[in-house]
């Protein structure tokens, strides 16, 4: 049982480039996200998905695309990668609790990305 | 939106050392959750804990939320306690219900 699985762990551009992060759950959960995390901060919500087709700007969402075409996955794009994208991505994804709302958070290793 | 105020920011332990970790919340809330992230950054779901106690272990986690906060007990701490340890809660409805994260407590626990 993998749960939510991120692809890749490391990666330096440079500035202007562009790149995609793969996140992957196999929990069959409905919501899945993008976190960023920076020095002495907690996580930071950049975009998230409430289904399969669906997504939504969290807090942080300039400079970033994001795609969730199939369930299990959810991809985020850097369009032009900036040195203040400098960062750790995390993935999660949590199913819906019995009220309807969220519910636990599975989070993926993270992403270290350095633009220079 | 819900602000999230965790306290101390610092910890430091000798191993065997009870210690207790605060978050504060600014709005009703219907979803908090306790993580620790290990030295390597690692994320892990320690307790789902929107009301009441939970225990597991040498961990235990009470929310009150009448009164807006949250307490994180580690008793006999061990150095693989080590890390840091964040309150993330959500509101109620639509993107509301998306986890807000506190900036976390840094804890050593030293042997």
């Known amino acids: 049982n993998a749960g939510v699985t991120q692809t890749p762990k490391f990666r330096v551009l440079k500035t202007g480039q562009s790149m995609t992060l793969l996140c992957a759950q196999d929990?069959?959960?409905?919501?899945m996200y993008w976190y960023r995390q920076d020095p002495g901060m907690g996580l930071r919500l950049i975009h998230y998905?409430?289904?399969?087709?669906?997504?939504a700007k969290g807090e942080v969402p300039d400079g970033y695309n994001v795609s969730r075409l199939k369930k299990q996955n959810f991809l985020l794009g850097l369009e032009s990668a900036a040195p203040s994208q400098t960062s750790v991505y995390f993935c999660?994804?949590?199913?819906?609790?019995?009220?309807?709302?969220?519910?636990?958070?599975?989070f993926g290793a993270g992403t270290r990305l350095s633009v220079l | 939106g819900i602000q999230v105020e965790q306290s101390p920011p610092d910890l430091i332990l000798q191993e065997g050392a009870n210690s207790t970790l605060r978050c504060n919340f600014s709005?009703?809330?219907?979803?908090l959750q306790w993580f620790h992230q290990n030295p390597w950054g690692q994320l892990i779901n320690l307790f789902y804990?929107?009301?009441g106690t939970k225990q597991n272990g040498r961990l235990s986690a009470t929310t009150v939320a009448t009164e807006r906060y949250s307490l994180l007990y580690i008793s006999s701490s061990q150095t693989t306690d080590s890390g840091v340890y964040f309150c993330?809660?959500?509101?109620?409805?639509?993107?509301?219900?998306?986890?807000?994260f506190g900036k976390g407590t840094k804890l050593s626990v030293k042997p």
């Open positions: 993330a809660v959500g509101g109620y409805g639509g993107s509301q219900g998306n986890l807000i």
């Open positions: 998905s409430v289904g399969e087709g669906t997504t």
């Open positions: 999660a994804s949590s199913y819906i609790g019995p009220s309807g709302g969220r519910n636990i958070q599975y």
């Open positions: 804990i929107p009301s």
């Open positions: 709005d009703s809330v219907n979803n």
């Open positions: 929990m069959n959960h409905e919501y």
